[in-house]
């Protein structure tokens, strides 16, 4: 028996929850099919999910295909929740895309299947809802190939459409091999050899026989099997989780054509930590998917980049719809780790793999979290940081001075999400301030300044002497050195590196600084020294306060002289409506500074691409439908930051000591205050 793990994954009501339960109806882990409407599914267990009908947190479930185990995650469709599709998809062996067969290809669809293809995950597309009025299949197909990949293959037709008796004939045809010559030389050849003038013969079924004679069923049945299992051409199935049409051809093709779970249980052990929440007891629990070895109960191992052990402490894995406790967890497997205190999603158990890289852009969007009446201020303030730990692309920004905690966001949902969270978990009201978009900064020019040790304004024990130099987009923060690496203890540069990438976290408007250089091209320190007969001096001797306590104000001065320009996210938009529609809909998109770079007229509609600014997304989202009379379909995704030319230079509050005020940072930081 072989392992898959697979990832179902989709646009937001495109049926991917009722398409799982169907498969656990179809595969016999349930007797009665959940209902998302009834608020009644396997995997959507939240009280908020079955109130909204949304997916909101992954869920694992296991069943069986015959002499296959596959655990089956079901993700989040809303882009709100894209964290949660992000940390999934480091962990699976094969996906299924679902598809409407109504709506077709939408916005979430083309930046899942781009991510899927970048990581080359073997795919499988799900074309669902053929029972549905409207449903299609050659224009559905159309889209597929036009906007989501040249490479998917027709698992054959459908009959009877948008009715409720639409079903779905398995097989390959002539199209198939047209797709998968494409990707092989030795049945490109057979292809053309069997028909040299370029006519494929008809279409033919599940054990048809050869096309002109010269590639087999069997052939083509193999190539099949290889390119889908190297991510190279996709099948795309028709079906309704409905009724259940088309749901047993494509478990079939689960079965056959996903690639088995890889991983030598005797191996090193090696896994990654994909999700973590909290149990009954507040004890941390990590959703983890080995990779090697074998994990056992009272295990100690080695985690995060810290590599610091903890203890396995219980075990439990995913067999046949439940989770049962296990002594250990093979590689291949999915398991829920207890015993690790301060695991994180992303985390490396034992042997280190690749490190967690972000597969989508971060959230642009950001709000306060207002406390309600009689609501504790740090009691919130500890239920948001568990929050964080659940969604490592939420950050949380905690202001001492002003009490009071911001969040970031993808979007407007997920005010509801956390609201309701923090109500139902926690019991703690909230409300929120308008959402703002998070900018960024980048130097203008090349800035530099220096502090020496025992110089006045200097109150430190420390020199320190900063350049900061602009770097191309993309690239981060960089830190030098121009000093000797020996001209001072490694803790105290380790110090000031440390103190540079976290001030740049608040350059001179407050936004987050990045892609930049910072040199070091000055250090000193007193060393060690004591009274005679004494302990050690602190008053006489350098520590790592003193130079985590300068770096500030030098960084900042040298920020200051650089000079900084704020950036705003900007999002890549595509827009399909009704070519009449474009007299009401120009003005509105001028109002909105979206700026339509490309226009394709296609025969009554028109497809305009541009760049809009992230904070101008969702009204974009709410006017377009009355604007089109319905028929507009938006689709935008983040694309890069441009400087901000319109209005006032947006600031944001700082939340740290503020280093641009000499006299009120030193306050903060230290007694000792210079003249």
Not at 130 to 148: E, F, K, N, P, T
Not at 295 to 321: C, K, M, Y
Not at 380 to 385: F, I
Not at 446 to 451: H, K, L, N, P, Q
Request: hydrophobic share 40%; charged share 25%.
């Amino acid at each position: 028996m072989h392992l898959l793990n697979l990832g179902i994954l989709a646009h937001v009501d495109a049926g991917k929850t009722s398409l799982t339960e169907r498969l656990l109806h179809t595969v016999g882990i349930t007797d009665e099919i959940g209902s998302v409407d009834a608020g009644s599914t396997r995997t959507d267990t939240l009280a908020l999910e079955r109130r909204r009908g949304i997916t909101i947190k992954s869920a694992v479930v296991s069943f069986a295909i015959d002499d296959v185990t596959v655990n089956l995650i079901d993700t989040p469709g809303h882009p709100d929740f894209i964290a949660e599709v992000e940390r999934v998809l480091g962990v699976l062996d094969g996906a299924v895309l679902v598809v409407s067969a109504v709506e077709g290809v939408q916005a979430q669809t083309r930046i899942l299947m781009r991510t899927l293809q970048r990581l080359r995950i073997p795919t499988l597309l799900f074309v669902n809802k053929i029972d549905r009025r409207g449903a299609r299949h050659d224009a559905v197909l159309r889209q597929i190939s036009d906007r989501l990949t040249p490479s998917a293959v027709p698992m054959r037709a459908t009959e009877a459409l948008g009715t409720a008796d639409a079903w779905f004939r398995p097989g390959l045809g002539a199209q198939a091999l047209e797709v998968l010559a494409d990707q092989d030389d030795e049945l490109l050849a057979a292809y053309v050899e069997g028909d040299p003038y370029g006519r494929v013969g008809a279409a033919y079924g599940q054990g048809g026989a050869a096309v002109a004679g010269a590639v087999s069923h069997g052939d083509l049945r193999a190539a099949l099997i290889v390119q889908t299992r190297q991510a190279l051409v996709h099948p795309v199935y028709f079906g309704s989780a409905i009724t259940g049409a088309g749901v047993d051809a494509l478990v079939a093709g689960i079965k056959e054509l996903l690639p088995p779970a890889g991983g030598d249980p005797d191996g090193p052990v090696s896994g990654t930590v994909f999700k973590v929440e909290r149990g009954t007891a507040g004890e941390k629990v990590a959703y983890a998917r080995m990779f090697s070895g074998t994990l056992r109960t009272r295990d100690r191992i080695p985690f995060a980049e810290t590599r610091q052990e903890g203890r396995i402490t219980a075990i439990s894995v995913f067999d046949q719809g439940a989770d049962a406790r296990a002594d250990a967890v093979p590689a291949g497997r999915i398991a829920r780790l207890w015993g690790l205190t301060d695991i994180r999603i992303g985390d490396a158990i034992g042997e280190p793999r690749n490190a967690y890289e972000h597969f989508f852009a971060p959230p642009t969007l950001e709000t306060v979290v207002v406390p309600g009446p009689g609501v504790d201020g740090r009691k919130l303030h500890l239920a948001l940081t568990r929050l964080a730990e659940q969604d490592p692309l939420i950050d949380l920004r905690h202001d001492e001075v002003r009490r009071e905690t911001a969040v970031s966001l993808y979007g407007e949902v997920q005010k509801e999400v956390i609201e309701a969270t923090l109500a139902e978990d926690f019991g703690l009201e909230v409300t929120f301030r308008e959402t703002t978009t998070i900018c960024i900064e980048r130097p203008s020019g090349t800035g530099a300044a220096v502090e020496f040790n025992k110089k006045d304004p200097n109150p430190f024990l420390a020199t320190v002497g900063l350049r900061v130099d602009p770097a191309p987009a993309g690239t981060g923060i960089g830190f030098r050195l121009e000093v000797e690496l020996g001209a001072m203890p490694y803790a105290f540069f380790k110090a000031v590196e440390d103190t540079v990438r976290e001030t740049l976290g608040q350059g001179l408007h407050g936004w987050q600084v990045t892609d930049c250089t910072v040199t070091m091209t000055h250090s000193g320190y007193s060393p060690r020294q004591s009274h005679a007969h004494q302990g050690f001096d602190k008053s006489m001797s350098s520590t790592g306060a003193d130079f985590r306590g300068v770096t500030p104000l030098v960084l900042i001065e040298a920020l200051r002289r650089a000079g900084t320009q704020v950036y705003e996210p900007m999002h890549r938009f595509r827009l399909e409506a009704p070519a009449d529609t474009l007299g009401a809909l120009l003005p509105v998109l001028a109002a909105l500074r979206a700026v339509p770079q490309t226009t394709d007229a296609r025969g009554a509609a028109c497809v305009l691409e541009g760049a809009v600014p992230a904070g101008r997304v969702h009204e974009m989202e709410q006017r377009l439908p009355g604007l089109t009379r319905g028929e507009g379909e938006l689709e935008s995704a983040f694309d890069h930051y441009a400087p901000v030319a319109h209005g006032v230079v947006p600031e944001r509050p700082r939340t740290d000591h503020n280093p641009l005020n000499r006299k009120e940072y030193l306050l903060n930081v230290t007694r000792r205050v210079g003249s």
